[in-house]
């Protein structure tokens, strides 16, 4: 599964793809992730979704990079795919369909960068309390900031 062979099998789909140290990377926009992952899936065997993660480049347009890596264990072989984003529209399609894990990851992601995943239906927060205000992760957030306290709630209280 080299560059070159996933650029010709996914050409008009894919917009480049390369070598980033024995990884095979696809840049995508976020309307070709489902058909992309299928591809994946279906032809190649990457059938385990390791991560969805989000790099944060505050100086940059689009600002975002959602980057997802899944594994072929048949062929013992990763692919990442990276998909820009701009502030304004931070949102793309869950695969939550598709993999089960990707619940837990896509909330993790939207609590920390902010960004939505559509079709998800549960984004609330992971790792953070109910009412945080803003998402830690984004290079603007101000690291001294006072969140809100709230009222502790008993363990097992709705």
Same mark, same amino acid.
């Given at each position: 599964?080299? #560059?070159?062979?996933?650029?010709?099998?996914?050409?008009?789909?894919?917009?480049?793809?390369?070598?980033?140290?024995?990884?095979?990377?696809?840049?995508?926009?976020?309307?070709?992730?489902?058909?992309?992952?299928?591809?994946?899936?279906?032809?190649?065997?990457? !059938?385990?979704?390791? /991560?969805?993660?989000?790099?944060?480049?505050?100086?940059?347009?689009?600002?975002?990079?959602?980057?997802?890596? @899944?594994?072929?264990?048949?062929?013992?072989?990763?692919?990442?795919?990276?998909?820009?984003?701009?502030?304004?529209?931070?949102?793309?399609?869950?695969? !939550?369909?598709? @993999?089960?894990?990707?619940? @837990?990851?896509?909330?993790?992601?939207?609590?920390?960068?902010?960004?939505?995943?559509?079709?998800?239906?549960?984004?609330? #927060?992971?790792?953070?309390?109910?009412? @945080?205000?803003?998402?830690?992760?984004?290079?603007?957030?101000?690291?001294?900031?006072?969140?809100?306290?709230? /009222?502790?709630?008993?363990?097992?209280?709705?």
């Amino acid at each position: 599964m080299s #560059p070159e062979i996933l650029a010709a099998e996914l050409s008009g789909r894919i917009e480049r793809a390369w070598d980033s140290h024995g990884m095979c990377v696809l840049d995508l926009q976020p309307a070709q992730l489902l058909g992309v992952v299928d591809h994946l899936r279906d032809v190649h065997g990457c !059938t385990l979704f390791l /991560d969805v993660t989000a790099v944060d480049h505050p100086a940059r347009q689009p600002r975002f990079d959602v980057v997802y890596h @899944f594994l072929s264990p048949a062929q013992r072989r990763r692919v990442r795919l990276k998909l820009p984003l701009p502030e304004d529209a931070a949102v793309v399609p869950t695969l !939550t369909g598709r @993999f089960g894990a990707a619940r @837990f990851m896509e909330r993790e992601v939207h609590e920390m960068y902010g960004i939505r995943f559509d079709g998800n239906a549960d984004l609330r #927060p992971i790792l953070l309390y109910e009412g @945080f205000v803003g998402h830690p992760l984004r290079k603007d957030y101000p690291m001294e900031r006072e969140q809100p306290i709230v /009222d502790y709630r008993q363990p097992g209280a709705a």
